[in-house]
């Protein structure tokens, strides 16, 4: 079955700590992904792509079809990374559509 | 430019009773969608449209729910009768395409918040 899965629902780390948030998928055409984030009481927003190989707040996300992988990086926390981030594929029915993981919560402690 | 709009920002209702949630996209984007999102999962697509047509409705429960796109431009959501599982959150999100092969990512509303007691 074609699925995202964010193996973690929580992590935590300290601050200046690097951090890595997996994203596992199962495609058999070419995927698209993705990356979102919301922070506390704010909308769901796009953080990064992968077409785009793109560091945006630091953050990276390196597409890996031997592990079928897209897990995202960043060398040294911050506590205002703290938020839901979730992983999404696109091109599951259509050019247009996009499936979600269930999101790791990312918490940085001071 | 002015973000995906959502109304209502909350609704508590009795299960049985209709609810109805709107949305009028980002101006410009042809494609529209409505997610579910239950607390502690992630976001679950309902429907798709492209201007005023349903590319994807395969994982709406059409006894219960429905949704339109009139002209091609704002969006309603509508559930008759809700069942306590209904209770969630209600995105609504739209997008712009470079063509038929990219997808640039979605701008999301902030949401309805939906309680079904």
């Known amino acids: 079955a074609q699925r995202v899965t964010q193996p973690e629902k929580l992590l935590s780390v300290f601050k200046g700590a690097p951090v890595e948030l997996k994203c596992n998928y199962s495609?058999?055409?070419?995927?698209?992904l993705f990356w979102y984030v919301q922070y506390s009481r704010q909308r769901l927003q796009l953080l990064l792509r992968?077409?785009s190989r793109e560091s945006i707040k630091g953050f990276t996300a390196d597409l890996n079809k031997g592990e079928t992988s897209f897990h995202l990086k960043k060398p040294f926390a911050q506590e205002e990374d703290s938020a839901m981030y979730y992983c999404?594929?696109?091109?599951?029915?259509?050019?247009?559509?996009?499936?979600f993981g269930a999101g790791t919560r990312l918490t940085v402690k001071p | 430019e002015a973000g995906v709009a959502q109304s209502p920002r909350y609704k508590i209702i009795e299960k049985r009773q209709s609810v109805a949630f709107w949305c009028n996209p980002i101006?410009?984007?042809?494609?529209l969608y409505w997610y579910q999102q239950i607390l502690g999962q992630g976001p679950k697509l309902l429907i798709q449209?492209?201007?005023?047509?349903?590319?994807?409705d395969s994982q709406l429960p059409k006894d219960r729910f429905s949704a339109e796109r009139l002209k091609g431009v704002d969006s309603t959501l509508k559930i008759q009768p809700a069942k306590l599982e209904d209770s969630a959150v209600y995105l609504c999100?739209?997008?712009?395409?470079?063509?038929?092969?990219?997808?640039?990512?979605?701008?999301f509303g902030s949401g309805t918040r939906l309680t079904v007691v």
């Open positions: 101006s410009g984007h042809a494609t």
């Open positions: 495609y058999s055409g070419s995927p698209e």
């Open positions: 992968h077409i």
């Open positions: 999100a739209s997008s712009s395409t470079g063509g038929a092969s990219r997808n640039y990512g979605y701008t």
């Open positions: 449209f492209q201007n005023n047509g349903v590319v994807d």
């Open positions: 999404a594929l696109s091109g599951w029915k259509n050019n247009n559509d996009m499936r």
